[in-house]
């Protein structure tokens, strides 16, 4: 997902209008997050409608005055505006902490013909690894809120750190009554390590077992050979 904007410039929709334009930067606001691509456009009447919906959704995933973690997702705006000045008046519609192409930027019309976008608003969800979750999600936005969000992290088998705090505690006391069932439906990164450990360990044992065993058949299978002594 990250590949498909290294070398390009993204904006952040604040006062500064802040660029990123480093590979760092775009990787560092990116990567292992759930992309959703907003395709509109100023004079589209169903985008103006649409607004205040994706508004509220990004604001109760992101906004620190609703949620205590933020979720691991990033919107960026794909003008379809006929000038800047529009896609300008656009933007002020727009939350903060949507990113944009800027107008002058080509690559606003690679992306709707790479992702096929003929009518707008269009929402384009993308997991990290680039492939598409949906090719619209306008409507499941609008009827699902929130809620499709956490379908998508599912699908995309997104581990977030705030899943695997609990998991971290020596003392299984202080674990969650929750936490068996987070442990299986996330599978968490340091699960795998310890399984592929195991595995790695129970093998060196084993061929260690084995070597054990065949030297003590070759010491069984030699002659006794006797004891000389010096005179």
Partial sequence: MVDLFLNRVLVENNSDQDELNTER??????????I??????MGCEKCHKFVPVLNQFLKRLKDPAYIEYPKLLAVIYVSLDQSEEQQEKFLKELHRKILFLTFDDPYRKELQSIFQVTDTPTVVVLRPDGSVLSPNAV???SRLGTNCFHNWQESSEIVERTFMLNEEFDDLNLRS???????????TEDDKRRKRWWKLWEKEDGNSQKE??????DRREEP?????RKR
């Fill in 25 to 34: 930067e775009i990787i560092g606001i990116l990567e292992n997050r759930i």
């Fill in 36 to 41: 959703l691509l907003f395709f509109a456009s």
């Fill in 139 to 141: 409507h499941d936005i």
């Fill in 177 to 187: 009554a929750t936490d068996p069932v987070r442990r299986l439906k996330y599978k």
């Fill in 212 to 217: 054990k065993n065949e030297t003590l058949d």
């Fill in 224 to 228: 006794d050979k006797g004891t000389w």
